[in-house]
């Protein structure tokens, strides 16, 4: 079981890491604009999945990881060690970023940390990161999550492509995190930390909101189940006599 937390901690390890160094990169590069920081971060986080999904599960984001041990998909222990790993890995992608850039790039882009955008107040920016991870956690539960998800086999695209779509929609106005390690790296090695409870309380509520939906919407079966053989759905009793379950 150690063996098993060690593995999967690795892998979520060096899942949070490459987001983080790749997706604050490539602000901090400034190649592509918008669009080529949202395919960094979807593109990352695609690979990703795909590639240590099997291990892990390829959460790299605590708000997901808190999203299944709501719904009791996940043991406490085991969230406690993905939750240590994702922050470590981020952080110590940060300090490296720090490391590699000069210090008027890392400064003026506060290393890539998000921000809220000109205009947006602390309550749009909490509502936007919620709204935004919703929609990533539920790509999650239905492509990684659901057996019956018509693209199981390729859940990393799914959930690359939805971070992509959030960041192009959201990079500009909170810089559209969804994910609180993401945060917490740049702004633990770059202290910057104006309105940070923004992206952990909203990716927190989000996620919540999503993994709780789909659990009790389309993964846990209604009761009572109905009645009929399963071609049909239903089996309409004679007079008299009683539904057959």
């Known amino acids: 079981m150690q063996g098993d937390f060690l593995r999967r901690g690795a892998a979520e390890f060096v899942g949070a890491f490459a987001l983080t160094f790749v997706g604050a990169g490539a602000i901090l590069s400034q190649a592509g604009g918008l669009t080529g920081v949202a395919l960094a971060h979807g593109l990352v986080i695609a690979v990703m999945v795909s590639a240590v999904g099997h291990i892990s599960g390829g959460h790299f984001n605590p708000a997901i990881t808190l999203s299944f041990l709501v719904t009791r998909r996940m043991a406490p222990a085991l969230a406690a060690v993905y939750w240590v790993a994702q922050f470590a890995g981020a952080a110590i992608a940060a300090l490296l970023l720090k490391w590699i850039y000069p ?38 539960f239905a492509t990684a999550v659901d057996e019956r998800g018509t693209f199981k086999s390729i859940a990393g695209l799914a959930i690359g492509l939805t971070i992509t779509f959030d960041v192009l929609m959201g990079g500009p106005l909170t810089g559209a995190a969804m994910n609180p390690s993401r945060a917490f790296g740049p702004q633990l090695v770059q202290n910057v930390w104006a309105h940070g409870w923004i992206w952990y309380l909203g990716p927190g509520l989000g996620a919540v909101a999503a993994g709780l939906a789909y659990e009790h919407l389309y993964l846990r079966p209604l009761r009572p189940v109905p009645v009929g053989p399963p071609e049909t759905g239903l089996e309409e009793p004679r007079p008299g006599d009683t539904a057959v379950s």
């Open 103 to 140: 210090d008027q790039v890392s400064d003026g882009l506060k290393l890539g940390a998000p921000l809220l955008g000109p205009g947006i107040g602390a309550g749009a920016g909490l509502v936007l990161e919620a709204i935004l991870t919703f929609f990533l956690v539920l790509a999650v």
